[in-house]
Nanobody, 123 residues
């Protein structure tokens, strides 16, 4: 099994930056692809970024490409989401997910989920 705990969310002004962390534990972590999703208020959960088990491949939603960077440090059992040039549209609860089976951009493809961390971007 894998357990995921997100942190690093908060309130930031438009144009600012935040760095989210997802602390993972479990025997299969080092060989598990992971992703970040987000759920804006009143909307469906949507894909943000994905990183392969090795870190060799990364994928981003068009809405965050060029602004967000996903990375992982397996020695620390942690996945990160560096968010720069934040916009009010980025306001959402951000979730990390692990162990993909299927399309990397679908919520139904992931076996494990964290509890979420709130990111609020003000104008």
């Amino acid at each position: 099994q894998v357990q995921l705990v997100e942190s690093g969310g908060g309130l930031v002004q438009a144009g600012g930056s935040l760095r989210l962390s997802c602390a993972a534990s479990g025997r299969t972590f080092s060989s598990t692809a992971m992703a970040w999703f987000r759920q804006p208020p009143g909307k469906e959960r949507e894909f943000v970024a994905h990183i392969s088990w090795s870190g060799r491949f990364t994928y981003y939603a068009d809405s965050v490409k060029g602004r967000f960077t996903i990375s992982r440090d397996n020695a620390k059992n942690t996945v990160y989401l560096q968010m720069n040039s934040l916009k009010p549209e980025d306001t959402a609860v951000y979730y990390c997910a692990a162990d993909v089976s299927g399309s990397y951009d679908l919520t139904s493809s992931y076996r494990y989920w964290g509890q979420g961390t709130q990111v609020t971007v003000s104008s």
